[in-house]
């Protein structure tokens, strides 16, 4: 189904909801990172590699609450700056990931580089399909970035019937420069910590049967997204405008721990941001490999006939507003 919405002109820039994500939206990040003082029990999903990336996946499944997803991926031959924006740049997004299916800038904060971003993702035939209005926001401290992103309030945007809004998602991520496996003492390598967990209306059985049968598949194909990506950045066509707001970043000091956070002062800030130039425009997520895995095993058939026939009589039961 392709949508339209009527709200063409609300790609903003201003002060209103400029304070969407906030520091303390990235303490909860660092906080779940930590395992609340080790409370939180990870169990690990699955444990790949090729020869040139590895991917580690754990689960954590609270009293209450939709399960949380934690993975560690290590892309040999990238730099930081390249994954950010791979993961930040929804222009590119849809030649990786069939399920986006439509997205728009609501409103942009060139400044400190906040954004919310409208998504309309593509479900099974017996889901309708989910919108998401996601706030996200980049801090950085040193060559790491800490990239934020959570479902937030957007009154302009009315809530419809079809598609379901997701009213609760939160996926954020750590991107870092570490030493390459090739053992050569060099930092060329990139590794990635996501933390992803949303409500998106599928009950947790469907969800793990998903996540076991999918997973490997769509980290495959996020990798190779990640290439093409990696090889379309290397031409002198200018970037994407999402892309342009991943560089524009919040600088942090993170010595003294979670509770330690500081910004740089203002001046600096805004000496970055000169340093840009043009407002960068061209025609052009994370990622929750966890969650997005689960759907994405059963549009691809990764799930055999009989259990996505069962789970969709599951789903059935619970009645149309699934």
């Known amino acids: 189904m392709l949508w339209k919405f009527r709200v063409g002109d609300l790609h903003i820039t201003g002060s209103e909801n400029e304070d969407i994500v906030t520091e303390k939206d990235l ?72 399920m986006l299916g439509y997205f728009k800038i609501l409103q942009e904060w060139p400044h400190t580089g906040s954004m919310i971003i409208h998504w ?4 099974p035939f017996f889901c309708s399909d989910r919108e998401y209005i996601i706030g996200r926001r980049i801090w950085e401290s040193g060559k790491t970035y800490y990239c934020v992103t959570k479902s937030v309030p957007y009154p302009a945007l009315q809530r419809r019937d079809k598609p379901r809004r997701v009213d609760l998602y939160f996926s954020s991520w750590i991107v870092k420069p570490v030493e390459s496996k090739k053992g050569d003492g060099q930092l060329s390598a990139c590794e990635v910590t996501l933390l992803h967990y949303e409500d998106m209306g599928i009950p947790k059985d469907v969800a793990k049967l998903g996540v076991r049968h999918g997973m490997w598949g769509t980290v495959k194909k996020l990798h190779n997204g990640f290439r093409a990506y990696q090889n379309a950045r290397k031409s002198e066509a200018a970037i994407s405008r999402c892309a342009m707001m991943a560089g524009i970043t919040t600088k942090i000091s993170l010595d003294e721990g979670v509770d330690g956070l500081e910004q740089v002062s203002a001046e600096e800030d805004r000496a970055v941001e000169g340093q840009r130039g043009g407002d960068g425009r061209i025609d052009w997520k994370w990622v929750a490999i966890g969650t997005v895995a689960v759907v994405w095993g059963l549009r691809t058939g990764m799930i055999g006939k009989a259990v996505l026939f069962g789970a969709g009589q599951r789903i059935a039961r619970r009645g149309r507003n699934a």
């Open 120 to 123: 309309i993702k593509k479900f």
């Open 27 to 98: 303490e909860h990040f660092l906080h779940l990172l930590d395992g609340k003082d080790g409370e939180m029990a990870w169990q690990i999903m699955m444990e790949r590699s090729t020869s040139n990336f590895t991917y580690q996946a754990w689960r954590h499944e609270p009293e209450m609450g939709p399960t949380i997803y934690r993975t560690k991926t290590v892309f040999e031959d990238a730099t930081p700056d390249i994954v950010r924006d791979f993961f930040w740049d929804d222009e590119f997004r849809p030649k990786w990931d069939p």
